[in-house]
């Protein structure tokens, strides 16, 4: 008997391996996804602008990096002793314009080289609600905790969804002509739009999607947002926050995205280095001297072992790491 609803999601035409350079952009979930790139020591690229929760604000960024546009102090804002910029999030924001200046360009010249040699590109959307700055009426990618009366709010449809992505995607291609560009809906609740502005919301991401696909077959999707709402479909998949997707529904989700994306024997290269990146992120409890030599021996002679099975793997920094112990 099935007492619940799988959702079916088929292996990728080409996949992904150790000599493939993946960007994810978008919402925090890309963010989420593209950490256990990191963990595995893969080519990997996430959010060069921060967190972009709508879709306007993402295609922007990606115009930007195709450009190559730097940026000066006049395209920075001014407030609560920081400067910040309406396109990025408040990880580029700083107390000095020059300090969040190079922040910003420094970012922009990584995303436009590694996005010009990018096998992959995830695209997360999270929510088609935008805010428009009073002033010019540009949309927001962060409000910053500026007062809301400073902003108008307005939710996207379809139509503004697709027309902006057409001509971001054409732009894309010309930019980098192999690269494969995949859709994904952010399961991540936005809640403070209510439950109905959410459900509104995230139903026109999907539509525009899904005319996207229509008209592009090159493009694909990966269904996260499904997995969460539909296969695992209880709130104890979820954070406490009732908001953000919990740790074991991220591990759920990452097991399917390796089943569908990655190539034969990636998996294998990938548990063998994580489990030595993820010892590094745990404090290591007891002061057995004993035991701590045993355990960091043991690491370095793992490290060992992939540095000989795996050059093309740097793990320098774990070595550094469990040599220190």
């Not at 190559?68 to 990880?91: A, I, P, Q, V």
């Not at 997995?227 to 979820?238: G, K, P």
């Amino acid at each position: 008997m099935e007492l619940r609803t799988k959702i079916e999601a088929d292996p990728a035409r080409q996949g992904i391996d150790y000599d493939t350079p993946v960007l994810f952009t978008g919402s925090c979930f890309a963010g989420e996804i593209g950490r256990q790139f990191i963990y595995g020591k893969m080519d990997v690229l996430i959010n060069p602008f921060g967190v972009l929760y709508n879709p306007y604000s993402t295609a922007r960024a990606l115009e930007i990096i195709m450009e190559g546009r730097l940026f000066e102090k006049d395209d920075l804002y001014y407030h609560n002793n920081k400067y910040l910029s309406f396109l990025h999030d408040t990880s580029f924001s700083s107390g000095t314009s020059q300090e969040s200046i190079d922040r910003i360009n420094s970012s922009v010249s990584q995303a436009h080289s590694f996005l010009s040699g990018a096998s992959f590109l995830f695209i997360t959307f999270g929510t088609a609600w935008v805010y428009r700055w009073k002033d010019n009426n540009e949309i927001v990618a962060n409000c910053h905790k500026i007062p809301a009366a400073k902003f108008t709010r307005q939710l996207l449809d379809v139509e503004d969804i697709f027309d902006t992505w057409s001509k971001i995607l054409s732009k894309l291609k010309k930019f980098n002509p192999s690269l494969k560009i995949v859709f994904t809906v952010s399961p991540v609740r936005h809640l403070k739009d209510g439950a109905h502005g959410n459900q509104l919301s995230k139903s026109i991401l999907i539509i525009a999607i899904n005319k996207l696909l229509s008209s592009d077959k090159s493009l694909s999707y990966f269904p996260s947002y499904e997995i969460v709402l539909d296969e695992l479909r209880d709130y104890r998949f979820y954070s406490k926050d009732m908001v953000h997707p919990s740790e074991t529904a991220i591990e759920y989700i990452w097991e399917i995205f390796r089943e569908v994306y990655f190539k034969p024997g990636t998996n294998i290269i990938y548990e063998k280095i994580a489990k030595i990146t993820e010892a590094t992120r745990h404090r290591i409890s007891g002061n057995d001297p004993y035991t701590l030599a045993a355990f960091r021996n043991s690491m370095l002679q793992k490290i060992e072992k992939i540095k000989n099975d795996y050059p093309f793997v740097d793990m320098g920094a774990e070595e550094k790491y469990f040599n220190r112990l």
